[in-house]
């Protein structure tokens, strides 16, 4: 659905989610812009609005909302990007109530002075956050020798990602070699008064916060900013070549809004999922079953963009959907209509027995040519990946940007889905 009609009166804009009249700005309805303060924003980030940071709060726990309706001129948001050209910069806030650290004795801004800090505040499930990795790791390996610290602030999106054993395998996995924080209470996350997913800070000799950046993007900027705080630690930076950073170039279609647009991140507990208006689960039975019930739900069929199908008996969870019953022929699903080049799926992991979700593109197996980094095929040529720890599976990666209808099922009642995440990169997740 395009963002505006025409009618006979002149243009009419509608809601970009939901289709009906936008009275509230920025391609969303008052419902879809109220529910959990859902507001547009550059690709690249996941945002946190006011009421979200009050529900975390109470919960300790991270809610991001995926970026809609942007402009394909639009690849990040800098804070700060040039360095200010007062002495009054601000003074970086201490690291503070943090339940362990991986990589490294516990560290103070304090105990690094004399150091340029670069704080990265992520989540190890969060797609955006994931495809900055390799960047930092190019600046760790090329700087550290020459005075750069870099902190990983990992602030939890979901429960299971409190869990160090679930973290540590998670830099494992992405090669994280710098020190990381857990920052369980998000109690740094909150003396930095963050909003997004990832936010980084660069930190200079004498402690004082001299370049931000929100979201993926501006890696050109930041580098710059890190080999200029060297320099003021008396580093002959010039001597020092820069890293090559690759291109991340993301497809056009991806920016274009609507229902043909990227697929918004999509959120399967309830506390994502307040009412009917402002939801990511079409199933109206969803919204007349109590919390943390179980339900058999019916898929209603005709999918559209941005949203999750349920079919099946499953459990309303607070920060998931839950299979409610072991099957034998994968009869229970989730399906929906995706637009992008990739699909990935947050599943959590608490027992002892590895367990098979089908995965298939407009009904059949997922092909080679489309599969992504985790789907694996059985001896009947099921397309399937092994959900055996806590973290994101790559289950789809097209080789262009298309709509496509993709269901996930098993037979397992220990499948637990939080997430779908989306992307339009030509490589990655």
Known sequence: MDAMRLEDDGPTLVCTICGFSNIAGD????????????????????????????????????????????????????????????????????????????????????????KVVLLDFWTYTCVNCIRTLPVLKRWYDRYTDYGLVIVGVHSPEFEFEKVRENLKAATVQYGVDWSVAQDNAFATWDAYNN??????????????????????????????????????????????????????????????????????????GYLRNPNPRAQYIKNPEYFTTADDTEAFFHDPGDYANHSIYVQGLWRKGPESLIHARVTDNFEDYIGLKFYGTTVNVVVNYEGDTPFKVVATLEGQPIDEESRGADIE????????????????????????????ELRLSSNSDQFRVFALTFGSYASGP
């Open 27 to 114: 391609r969303l309805c008052a419902a879809c812009w109220s529910g959990l303060n859902r507001v547009a924003a550059p690709p690249g980030q996941e945002v946190v609005s006011s009421a979200e940071r009050e529900l975390r709060k109470k919960r300790s726990s991270r809610i991001r909302l995926r970026i809609l309706g942007s402009t394909a001129a639009v690849v990040s948001i800098v804070l700060a990007v040039q360095f200010l050209t007062t002495p009054s910069y601000q003074s970086a806030p201490e690291i503070q109530e943090i339940s362990g650290w991986i990589n490294t004795e516990p560290l103070t801004l304090e105990s690094l002075q004399g």
């Open 195 to 268: 909003s997004a997913y990832p936010t980084k800070y660069l930190i200079d000799k004498d402690g004082f916060i001299r370049h931000s950046l929100v979201g993926e993007g501006g890696y050109e900027a930041t580098e710059q900013a890190i080999r200029e705080l060297l320099a003021e630690t008396g580093v002959p930076i010039q001597e020092v070549p820069k890293t090559i950073i690759p291109r991340f170039d993301r497809n056009l279609r991806a920016t274009s809004g609507g229902f043909t647009g990227e697929t918004r991140e999509l959120y399967a």
């Open 377 to 404: 095929y059985d001896e009947d040529g099921k397309s399937f990946f092994l959900v055996d720890s806590p973290r994101m599976y790559g289950v789809v990666e097209l080789p262009e940007y298309d709509g496509l």
